[in-house]
């Protein structure tokens, strides 16, 4: 069964003529790992928003279709009703610092407490999340005295401390360094080995390529391809929605190096070595 | 803009977390007038900022906990001036919903009503809690000069307040008013409140 | 990162008293103070306070808390001293200038008050933890969202004040004056303050965003990590303090009928 069902969705913000959502649908399962990309202005955040809530019960704005998580409709529900269901982490680390906790055990608290959950359970899904996040050992540390890959963990855990069967990861490692970025993607891995669904957007397409089960492409609010990444980035026209396929995709374009069997482009390393391992 | 009332009372968490934003932005107002030695204290931009955003009940909280909070950090004194600051957030809030924004002349208008509003206000509690006198040196020798005159108390305290609150608090709405100017708009929608969510 | 806090973390008798018998404190012994006009009962609430933070062992602290009051307080001197209406005999003088015992009495009245208030506050504040007192304030139905204010604040302005050295150097370093004649000075201030108020509007924006995600606008009755401190006599000590309170207040009326 689906976990996400977009159906026909259409969004305006407040005060504006342009639909930032233009009728996309689109579905995904349970346990999915799926990559959204497109340029900056394709709407991106946007859709991460929709499927948390936010657009259109924060934002406001003109809204139209219908989107379900988790056999919720997003449109009859709080984002209060929602957020235990699916997990929001943006770019800034600092500004999801709710400021209001001295230490980063209690930030992980902040939501928990919030939903009343009982405090034996609050104890037990605090540890769980540090130790996924492995931010055990600043847990007594002031959250803003953490790195920047220290406080997108810490903001991380904090939302997969509710228990979401949906995270939602919009380009989490934008505003990181590099040291930064590499932590945060090995967690993400470790968040997919529990089995729950992630639908990151992120402009680090190499490393999507390698990660995610399928990609979604939009462009201008519109959905323009949503597949396994091998066929998406082996599209000739991708240069059109400001995509550049993956460096490993491109230099077997070059060398016109295909999958023997369905005639893709290779997009991980380890696919392209099979490739040239079969042509030697 | 679909007008909603000034007065909704399910206040939106935007709203909420512009408080601390706005009592910061006071603290940071003070300190920038130290540094700079204006002889202004410039201490409220953040509370006229959030009531011109979010209306006259986040503009007053603004003002209500600004006073607290430097009450239980720095000087216990501010503490009973909290009332006067709720008041200069609930005056700037209802004023600029009924249009006082339109331009720099009006928003003279609303800094002069504020500075009046404050004085009237902070008369009561200077005279129960210090005898009529403020603690500013430029207010309390005018306050000393009406009072060896022989005009009664509260009108010596009012004077007292009236020299001090005015021209700071006429300099404060011009400020803010062209900070408020020069946002982005789509700043703005976020923390007015409960726009309705049209269908598509 | 530091936070905004007069907390002096210390073992004592006032330290190991509930934040909002504090509270209670701090408000019953201000509002006798105002409704019992004598000098000798002022004086002696002032003592107990003062012997109060002794107590707390934090008495040093309260003393440049004191200070940032002191213009206020030389001003109430001199001024009721000088300009008091019901000024009638002479104290002393000094070269010129005239002392009235009138207004000098008032003055000590008035000043006793305002120390008095501000030592009772240095009770609250130096001897309890915002974060327990902010809990135990929801816990007796204080707004959650209120509560989240108070303690962000706390944390909020010290970034804030880090975020403004930044900006001075920056701007002065574009060759932004901050010397000179009044009106370069009134220009100089919107350079310094523009950017931050963007800056944290914008922030502000999207703290929202997290915070509406971790359930902060849900109407569940909420829960709390931290367990509340258990604190013995609290009760007793509380409803001596209403009775205070409610005693001044029949003195009060009772001389009004008088």
Redesign the interface.
């Known amino acids: 069964m689906a976990i996400i069902k977009v159906e026909n969705v259409k969004y305006k913000y407040p005060d504006t003529d342009k639909l930032v959502l233009n009728d996309m649908t689109f579905d995904v399962e349970q346990g999915e790992f799926i990559g959204l990309i497109g340029k900056n202005t394709a709407g991106k955040s946007t859709l991460c928003?929709a499927l948390?809530g936010?657009v259109p019960h924060?934002f406001k704005g003109a809204y139209g279709g219908k989107v379900l998580v988790n056999g919720l409709e997003v449109r009859q529900h709080?984002?209060?009703e929602i957020?235990?269901h699916?997990?929001?982490v943006?770019e800034?680390p600092?500004?999801?610092?709710?400021?209001?906790?001295?230490t980063v055990?209690?930030e992980i608290?902040?939501?928990?407490?919030?939903?009343?959950?009982?405090?034996e359970i609050?104890?037990n899904r605090?540890e769980e999340s540090l130790e996924l996040l492995d931010i055990t050992e600043i847990k007594d540390k002031?959250p803003?005295?953490l790195s920047g890959g220290q406080m997108q963990r810490v903001?991380i855990a904090?939302?997969i401390a509710?228990k979401p069967s949906i995270l939602i990861l919009d380009e989490p490692t934008s505003q990181l360094d590099p040291q930064g970025t590499e932590e945060v993607f090995k967690v993400i891995e470790n968040l997919t080995k529990e089995g729950i669904t992630i639908i990151m957007a992120e402009h680090k397409i190499d490393k999507m390529a390698g990660y995610t089960d399928r990609i979604l492409l939009i462009h201008e609010g519109k959905l323009i391809d949503f597949d396994t990444p091998a066929k998406l980035f082996s599209r000739e026209d991708l240069q059109d929605y400001g995509i550049i396929a993956p460096a490993v995709t491109r230099i077997s374009q070059s060398l016109g190096i295909q999958n023997k069997e369905n005639g893709l482009y290779p997009v991980t390393l380890k696919e392209l070595s099979r490739e040239m391992g079969d042509k030697r | 803009m679909s007008k909603t009332s000034i007065w909704t009372f399910k206040?939106?968490?935007?709203a909420?977390?512009?408080?601390?934003?706005a009592?910061?932005?006071n603290?940071?107002?003070k300190?920038?007038?130290g540094?700079?030695?204006?002889?202004l204290w410039?201490d409220s931009?953040g509370t006229v900022?959030a009531s011109m955003?979010a209306g006259p009940i986040i503009g007053a909280?603004s003002g209500i906990?600004n006073n607290?909070?430097y009450?239980?950090?720095?000087?216990?004194?501010s503490?009973v001036y909290a009332v006067t600051s709720g008041a200069i957030g609930l005056v700037v809030g209802i004023m600029a919903y009924k249009g006082w924004l339109k331009n720099v002349k009006t928003a003279i208008v609303i800094g002069l009503v504020v500075g009046i509003v404050a004085a009237i206000i902070s008369t009561p509690l200077n005279i129960?809690?210090?005898?009529g006198?403020?603690?500013n040196?430029w207010g309390?020798a005018f306050?000393?000069f009406l009072?060896?005159h022989?005009f009664?108390?509260w009108l010596a305290s009012f004077g007292d307040s009236f020299v001090v609150d005015v021209p700071d608090k006429i300099a404060t709405v011009i400020?803010s008013y062209?900070?408020f100017r020069?946002?982005p708009n789509n700043?703005n929608t976020?923390f007015r409140g409960s726009d309705k969510i049209e269908e598509l | 990162?530091s936070?905004?806090?007069?907390y002096v973390e210390k073992n004592s008798i006032l330290h190991n008293t509930a934040p909002l018998t504090k509270v209670l404190y701090v408000m019953v012994s201000i509002a006798i103070t105002?409704l019992i006009p004598e000098i000798a009962f002022v004086l002696s609430v002032a003592i107990i306070t003062l012997l109060l933070l002794i107590l707390g062992k934090v008495f040093r602290k309260i003393v440049p808390?004191l200070g940032?009051?002191i213009?206020?307080i030389l001003?109430?001197i001199i001024?009721?001293g000088?300009?008091?209406?019901q000024n009638q005999t002479i104290l002393f003088s000094i070269g010129f200038v005239t002392f009235y015992k009138e207004g000098l009495s008032?003055?000590a009245l008035?000043t006793l008050?305002?120390m008095n208030?501000?030592m009772s506050?240095?009770i609250?504040?130096l001897t309890t933890k915002?974060?327990e007192l902010v809990e135990a304030m929801i816990k007796k139905g204080l707004s959650?969202?209120?509560?989240?204010?108070?303690?962000?604040?706390?944390?909020?302005?010290p970034?804030?004040?880090t975020?403004?050295a930044k900006i001075?150097d920056a701007q002065r370093s574009r060759g932004m004056e901050?010397e000179g004649s009044?009106l370069v000075?009134?220009k100089?201030?919107?350079p310094?303050?523009?950017p931050?108020?963007?800056n944290?509007?914008?922030?502000?924006?999207?703290?929202?965003?997290?915070?509406?995600?971790?359930?902060?606008?849900?109407?569940?009755?909420?829960?709390?990590?931290?367990?509340s401190k258990e604190y013995r006599y609290q009760t007793a000590i509380q409803v001596i303090l209403w009775l205070t309170l409610a005693a001044a207040i029949v003195w009060r009326i009772l001389t009004w009928l008088s």
């Open positions: 928003f948390a936010l924060f709080e984002i209060g957020s235990p699916v997990g929001l943006f800034n600092f500004s999801q610092m709710t400021g209001s906790k001295y055990y209690e608290a902040f939501g928990l407490e919030n939903m009343g959950i009982d405090r609050i104890v605090i002031n803003f005295d903001a904090s939302v509710l | 206040l939106s968490t935007a909420i977390a512009l408080i601390p934003a009592i910061g932005i603290y940071l107002g300190l920038f007038a540094l700079l030695k204006l002889p410039l931009i900022l955003l909280l906990i607290i909070i009450g239980i950090t720095v000087d216990p004194i503490t129960t809690f210090w005898g006198q403020t603690g040196i309390d306050y000393a009072v060896s022989n009664p108390v400020i062209f900070i020069g946002l700043f976020i | 990162m936070t905004m806090t007069l105002y808390i940032l009051s213009i206020l001003s109430i001024v009721q000088f300009f008091h209406p008032y003055a008035l008050r305002v208030m501000i506050f240095g609250l504040i915002h974060d959650p969202k209120i509560g989240y204010v108070l303690l962000s604040v706390l944390q909020l302005i970034q804030m004040r975020t403004m001075t901050t009044l000075r009134m100089a201030f919107f310094l303050i523009g931050v108020v963007l944290s509007i914008n922030i502000t924006r999207e703290r929202a965003i997290a915070l509406e995600v971790r359930g902060f606008s849900s109407n569940q009755k909420r829960s709390f990590l931290n367990i």
